[in-house]
């Protein structure tokens, strides 16, 4: 049997509060639905929000048993804790994988992750095309080659973001914008993935594509075995690191 991934789905939980088209569409909350789809014998998923607590929901051990942590932002990105965003940053460091959703570009984890501003254009929701332009990639799998959202809200280039170590999806909107909707990267031994669908107001969770590229990225982005050793300093080797009778052979 597969070693379980626990997986943490961390969400602001305030429109589905406040705003009744939200609520319709979530009334449990963003994260609770996208428990209810991707959550299996494989994947164990615990949630977390904004307002659970002073540490968010993301206590030391919460953080401490998470192998890839899910973020939806968008409404009150400042009101997350600075030393909750930097054990984060230091987890994906050590191998946690992360997976930043839809306006989760903004928050301070993202930026902090990924060293950039996160910037880009938005605008109303209109139909857009996802193309698949990476398919051999992991978290292409059992993805056509495009699919549509009915509805989905513009986000468009240029987009403040590193340049992707890959790209795995293109967002086209029948508007002609365009937008790099799947992107990766790595940060110490933890790995990224940030997918842009998924505007709060709109379905894009409910659409099974959507779904099978989380759930591929919750598998890819899973740590392996190995990570790095927790040290806060660069600790200095000393001269010698090979043995006498190893040194005795570079003498011959």
């Avoid at 600075?82 to 903004?106: A, N, P, T």
């Avoid at 880009?120 to 398919?135: D, H, Q, R």
């Amino acid at each position: 049997m597969s070693k379980v991934i626990n997986v943490t789905i961390w969400n602001e939980f305030r429109h589905e509060k406040t705003v009744d088209e939200v609520k319709a569409l979530y009334p449990d909350g963003l994260h609770a639905y996208l428990k209810s789809v991707l959550e299996c014998d494989e994947v164990k998923i615990t949630l977390a929000a904004l307002d659970d607590g002073p540490e968010h929901g993301l206590t030391d051990d919460v953080l401490n048993n998470t192998d890839v942590l899910m973020w939806w932002g968008h409404m009150a990105h400042h009101e997350v804790n600075d030393d909750i965003v930097e054990k984060v940053r230091e987890r994906v460091y050590m191998g946690m994988g992360l997976i930043v959703m839809h306006s989760g570009h903004y928050s301070k984890v993202f930026q902090r992750v990924v060293g950039t501003t996160g910037n880009l254009l938005w605008g109303a929701n209109v139909k857009e095309i996802i193309w698949n332009i990476n398919p051999t990639h992991p978290i292409a799998e059992g993805i056509p080659s495009h699919f549509k959202l009915d509805a989905e809200e513009i986000y468009s280039e240029p987009f403040q973001i590193p340049q992707p170590e890959e790209q795995v999806f293109q967002g086209w909107y029948e508007t002609g914008f365009v937008f790099r909707s799947g992107c990766c990267w790595t940060r110490g031994f933890g790995k990224i993935f940030y997918f842009q669908p998924g505007h709060e107001t709109v379905p894009t969770f409910y659409n099974k594509y959507v779904q099978k590229i989380l759930a591929n990225a919750i598998r890819w982005a899973a740590p392996k075995e190995t990570g790095y050793q927790k040290i806060n300093y660069a600790p200095c080797v000393g001269d010698q690191f090979v043995s006498d009778d190893e040194l005795d052979f570079f003498k011959k």
